[in-house]
């Protein structure tokens, strides 16, 4: 039962994950007729992505909160109708300034789901799967942005970009009513020992602070995620564009070669990623960390070797290297999160992950970059000064969680054995 609840589970949430990324990037799809209909310079499109990530950074303390202490499904389902909406509303919008506050908006609904259902998937799968299974979920996210890409360049260009953000609407609501209709798992459900609470109060700001303090493999996920984020910040707002302007492809052209980068190097990375942390991890903990390490000195080499490339088929190819490269981390280190925080907590920890990632990382990203193009007068340029060092660092960053992985494994394992039946007070390992 427990396994086809996953399953059920899982399922919902690789859908919702899916329109949560194609909302997420339809304007970097349809970021050269927005430019055009608004006369937006590069730093304003990039101003879009700061508007969305900020409010979705900022919004994901609460929210991730509230994920740990009450009804997961509850915090999904609303988050979703909220962004649905927004969505919806981004389509209608008729100035700069509206289009800024939809997107806002957007992020306060999307910083609902990430934390509350990688939390759900903990409480659903063991320890042993979750590499794999939280891979699956990812890989909505990556088929997402390529549907966004791609899809909504195509409708931009045949039918106006306004068109685009209406046909997500409508899903996002029925998905919103089916997550509300599951069975709550119980905390702890899926671990090895310890107790099965269907209630839990653990979660607080003093408890919050405890996660960054107290579990140093964390603070290094963070803050090797911090650093991506600036990639993957700078890369999804800007990729469709430099398509367009460097090879002098329409729109619709431009956002399928995205697209299709994105997609192809995406999935392989994100499944890659999940069934070799797995593996590595059988060894120890810290070979989830491993995985996503090497992505990123790959990455920094191919991302490197992309904007370098002399014509199009070169570009895509290197393009798929990088794509692959840089989801290896993606599920890996998502695991490592949940197997070295006790469950009561899991919300939280991916919270205090996102909320620091996409505060200091790709909220301001796009449009740091977008003012370095403006000034530099070359996007591929702008774009080449920043991401390649910024993986090198993150690699480097995340090799200090090697030698504190399985100690930090180990004493989640032991705190949540100890855990009371009422809610305890201080659920953090250290």
Known sequence: MRNRAGVYVLALLVGINFLNYVDR???????????????????????????????????????????????????????????????????????????????????????????????????????????????????GATVGIAVGYVGGGVVAQLYGWRLAFYFTAIPGLVLA???????????????????????????????????????????????????????????????????HRRFNLSIGASATVGGGVLIAGGLVGTFLGGYLGDLRARRAARGHLQV???????????VALALLAPNLTLFIVFGLLAAVSLYLYSAPFTALVQNIVVPSMRASAITLSLFVGHLFGDSWAPTAVGALSDSLHSLPLAIGLTCPPFLVGAAAVGAIGFGTAQEDTDAMEEAWARHPKEPASDPSPA
């Open 177 to 243: 009513l089916l997550i509300l209709g599951i069975r709550e798992p119980l905390r702890g459900h899926a671990e090895a020992q310890g107790p099965q609470l269907q209630q839990v109060a653990d979660a607080n700001l003093h408890t919050f602070k405890r996660l960054w303090t107290g579990i140093p493999t964390l603070r290094a996920i963070i803050l090797s995620q911090t650093l991506l984020f600036w990639v993957l910040g700078t890369i999804s707002t800007f990729l469709p564009l430099m398509v």
């Open 292 to 302: 996503g390490t090497v992505g990123f000195v790959l990455g920094a080499l191919f």
């Open 25 to 139: 990037y339809l304007p970097a799809a349809a970021a050269p007729a927005i430019q055009a209909e608004f006369h937006l310079n590069d730093f304003q499109i990039g101003l879009l992505g700061t508007a969305f990530l900020l409010v979705y950074a900022l919004a994901m303390v609460p929210i991730g909160l509230w994920a740990d202490r009450g009804l997961r499904k509850v915090v999904i389902g609303t988050g979703v109708a909220i962004w649905s909406v927004a969505t919806l509303f981004t389509g209608l919008s008729r100035s700069f300034l509206q289009l800024a506050i939809t997107r806002g908006v957007l992020g306060i609904g999307e910083a609902s789901y990430f934390p509350a259902g990688t939390s759900l998937l903990g409480d659903l799968w063991p320890k042993r799967l979750r590499g794999r299974v939280i891979a699956f979920r990812d890989a």
